[in-house]
C-alpha cells in the first residue's frame, strides 16, 4: 500500500510541475498581414512577437510563458470578427490590435462579450473608446486629438491657402478627415472641395481633376498610405504641386515608393518618433539585427504586450478582467515608448501627436522627419 501511495504522490508531483511548465498564456495578434495595408501588419505582428520574446526569456508572467497565434483580417471588418472569433475558439485571451478602426469597433465587441482582453497599438477613432467596453485599451492617440493638431498648424502656418479634404469613406479615414475639417473651419478655414473615395481604389484622375479645378494648394487626406501614395503619383502627373497633409494613416516607407518623389514635402500627424526614445534604444538594436525597421506602430504593440504583463502582475492573476480593472486605475506603466496611463475609457492619459515632414535624406530615400 505505502508504495502505491507513494508512487500516486510522485506521479502527482509530476504531472503538476508538467501542467506549470506547459502553462501558457495565449496572446493574438490582430491586423493586415496580407493585402495593401500588410505593412502595417508586420508592425503589429513584429512588435508583440519581440516583447512576448523578451518577456519570456526574463521568466514570462507569473511564471508563465506568452504564446503568440496571429491572425489575419486583411484590413476587413468581417474579416476582423472571423479572427476574432477563432481566437475566442483557440482560448487567447489577450489581443494586440486590430490595426484599423473599422475592424478594431466590431471585433471589439466579440472580445468583450467573451472575456478577452484587447489594446490596439493604432485604432484611432473617438468611437473605439467612448462606447465604455472594460475590455478595450489603445496605446495611440485618438482622432479627435490627431485633428486638433493638424488643423491648429493649418491655421497657424497656411490660413491665407486653398485647401481641399478627401477621404476613404472608412470609420478611420471619414473620421479623420472630419475632426480636421471641423478645427479648420472652427478656425475659420473653409474647405474648397469635400470629397470622399473608396479605399482599394487606383484611378483618382477624376478627383485629380477636381482638385485641379478646385485651386487647392493643400489637400488634407484622411485614409491610408496606399491610396495616399496613388493619389500624389497622379496628381504630379497631371502638374498639380498640391501638398498633401495627413495623418497617421500613412506612416509607413511604402508611402513614397507608391507615391513617388512627389510625396517629399507631404505633412503628417503621428507621436514622437517613438524610436528615438531612450527606452526604447536596446530594443531598436534587436529589429536592426533582423534587418527590420522598427518604424510606426512596431515599439506602440511592443508597449502593449509590456501594459498586459505589468497589469497581470499588478492583478497577480493573467485574468483579463482583473488586468483591465489594474490598467483602469490610471497608474502609468513604463514601456519602450514612454510612461503609459489610462483613464476610465482605455485612452491614454498624456498628449501624443506632433508635425513631420517627408524628406530626402543623405541616401537618396525620402521619409518622414519630425518637425
Request: net charge positive.
Amino acid at each position: 500500500m505505502k508504495k502505491l501511495l507513494l508512487g500516486g504522490i510522485a506521479l502527482g508531483a509530476v504531472l503538476a510541475f508538467s501542467s506549470m511548465a506547459s502553462a501558457q498564456i495565449k496572446l493574438g495578434v490582430a491586423g493586415p498581414i496580407t493585402g495593401p495595408n500588410a505593412a502595417f501588419g508586420a508592425q503589429l505582428k513584429n512588435g508583440a512577437e519581440q516583447a512576448a520574446e523578451d518577456i519570456n526569456a526574463a521568466g514570462g508572467v507569473l511564471g508563465q510563458k506568452i504564446q503568440v497565434s496571429v491572425g489575419d483580417d486583411v484590413s476587413d471588418p468581417k474579416q476582423g470578427v472571423s479572427v476574432a472569433n477563432k481566437f475566442v475558439g483557440d482560448g487567447v485571451k489577450w489581443v494586440v490590435g486590430p490595426f484599423n478602426s473599422g475592424v478594431a469597433m466590431p471585433a471589439s465587441e466579440v472580445y468583450a462579450e467573451n472575456g478577452v482582453l484587447m489594446i490596439s497599438p493604432s485604432a484611432t477613432n473617438p468611437k473605439i473608446t467612448e462606447r465604455g467596453l472594460w475590455n478595450t485599451f489603445r496605446t495611440c492617440g485618438r482622432d479627435d486629438q490627431q485633428g486638433a493638431v493638424a488643423s491648429a498648424y493649418l491655421l497657424k502656418n497656411f490660413k491665407d491657402k486653398k485647401i481641399a479634404v478627401v477621404h476613404d469613406k472608412t470609420t478611420y479615414g471619414q473620421g479623420l478627415a472630419d475632426e480636421t475639417k471641423k478645427g479648420l473651419n472652427a478656425g475659420g478655414m473653409k474647405e474648397v472641395l469635400y470629397e470622399g473615395v473608396n479605399a482599394g481604389e487606383k484611378d483618382f484622375s477624376a478627383l485629380v481633376s477636381k482638385i485641379k479645378a478646385s485651386g487647392a494648394d493643400y489637400l488634407y487626406w484622411g485614409g491610408l498610405h496606399t491610396e495616399g501614395g496613388l493619389i500624389v503619383r497622379q496628381m504630379r502627373d497631371q502638374g498639380l504641386k498640391t501638398v498633401l497633409v495627413s495623418g497617421d494613416g500613412i506612416t509607413t516607407d511604402e508611402f513614397s515608393t507608391i507615391g513617388g518623389p512627389g510625396v517629399e514635402g507631404t505633412l503628417m500627424t503621428f507621436p514622437p518618433d517613438p524610436q528615438k526614445r531612450p527606452e526604447a534604444a536596446a530594443i531598436v538594436k534587436k529589429f536592426a539585427a533582423k534587418n527590420f525597421k522598427p518604424e510606426a506602430y512596431t515599439l506602440y504593440s511592443y508597449a502593449a504586450v509590456q501594459i498586459m504583463a505589468e497589469g497581470a502582475k499588478r492583478a497577480n492573476s493573467t485574468d483579463p478582467k482583473k488586468i483591465a480593472d489594474a490598467l483602469h486605475k490610471g497608474e502609468p506603466v513604463k514601456t519602450v515608448i514612454g510612461d503609459i496611463g489610462f483613464d476610465k475609457k482605455g485612452d491614454i492619459t498624456r498628449p501624443d501627436y506632433t508635425m513631420y515632414t517627408w524628406k530626402k535624406g543623405a541616401d537618396g530615400k525620402i521619409t518622414y522627419v519630425e518637425n
